[in-house]
């Protein structure tokens, strides 16, 4: 059911560490982190990092997740090992770094699997370009796809979503867009693969979410939801729906209707700003079930099928803001 998970950034619980450990000194321990997030109320699981927060034991490292009552949701890829990745992990111009970043993903998997996790996030925002002329973009893309489909093969049984994001750190991503994704998705043709929509990345790639992933449960899967929100001209990772409320509320109906059942995992920076990350967590949960309750004031409203028919913005608008109105008042 949507809205019974909820999951989040663990690096958020760092936040404002010298007064949540009194004397402490240096940075919190991932233990002392997953303690912390555990405090929030209607937390349920947790993402994790790859190679950053499992290290030599992931047996261990899930069981420290679940010692703490949560479990963890995923584990999400990163590549900043090699600092030769920067100029691409798949799609590097070395064979042997592009191996290397290949490798590092299958361990990734491996860790996932071993954690009791079903799926592994692929954000590849080093593979991309930065100036006219750097690459050859038919090689460069031949490079992302046969990457993708090989740690696809790795493991059958476990999930592969892509997280695209249109820049940063690269000028242009290669998976840049919910489109191209979903056109490199079908190139790879892999059973496993799935996208995850992170809302402020679409904004910014100058999407319409819900349209997104409308088009991802049409031609593919939605694995993951990334909620946060931003000012669409960079990842800013503010509170759920506290700049598009309606846009958030839009794409939360549309999820909905696509029967996506997993977690929503709050992809937020409270750290940015030294936020108490607990309420910070905590608010973005009611903030959510408060938007799922008006997606289910809204289901079955035939008023609201046909204005949408009609294409009538005054009246599905009007439908959509009651809705949200009923569901506020309904938690």
Request: hydrophobic letters at 45%.
């Amino acid at each position: 059911m949507l809205g019974s998970r909820f999951a989040t950034r663990i690096n958020s619980f760092a936040s404002g560490a010298g007064s949540y450990w009194p004397g402490q000194a240096g940075k919190p321990t991932l233990e002392q982190m997953i303690r912390r997030a555990a405090t929030v109320e209607g937390l349920t699981e947790l993402d994790l990092n790859y190679p950053d927060h499992v290290g030599e034991d992931p047996v261990a490292v899930g069981r420290m997740v679940r010692d703490c009552g949560l479990n963890v949701s995923g584990l999400a890829m990163r590549y900043y090992t090699n600092p030769g990745f920067k100029l691409g992990a798949f799609t590097h111009p070395d064979p042997a770094i592009r191996r290397e970043a290949i490798d590092l993903t299958k361990r990734g998997i491996d860790a996932a699997r071993a954690m009791g996790a079903p799926m592994m996030t692929l954000w590849l925002g080093q593979d991309g370009y930065d100036y006219a002329f750097q690459c050859d973009y038919a090689a460069l893309w031949q490079a992302e796809i046969d990457g993708i489909a090989e740690v696809c093969a790795h493991d059958p049984d476990c999930m592969i979503s892509i997280e695209y994001k249109p820049n940063e750190p690269r000028a242009y991503s290669i998976l840049n867009d919910a489109a191209t994704t979903l056109l490199a998705i079908a190139e790879v043709g892999a059973s496993n693969l799935g996208v995850t929509i992170d809302f402020a990345h679409s904004l910014y790639a100058d999407e319409q979410p819900a349209f997104a992933a409308a088009l991802i449960a049409r031609k593919s899967k939605l694995l993951g939801l990334h909620l946060n929100d931003g000012y669409a001209k960079r990842d800013d990772g503010l509170m759920v729906a506290s700049v598009h409320e309606f846009a958030t509320l839009e794409l939360l109906r549309e999820v909905h209707r696509a029967g996506f059942e997993g977690a929503i995992y709050f992809d937020t920076f409270p750290d940015a700003s030294g936020l108490d990350p607990v309420a910070e967590c905590a608010a973005n949960i009611r903030t959510v079930r408060r938007l799922l309750a008006g997606v289910t004031a809204m289901a079955g409203d035939n008023a609201l099928a046909e204005a949408q028919a009609q294409q009538d913005p005054v009246v599905a608008q009007n439908i959509a803001r009651l809705a949200a109105a009923k569901g506020a008042l309904a938690v």
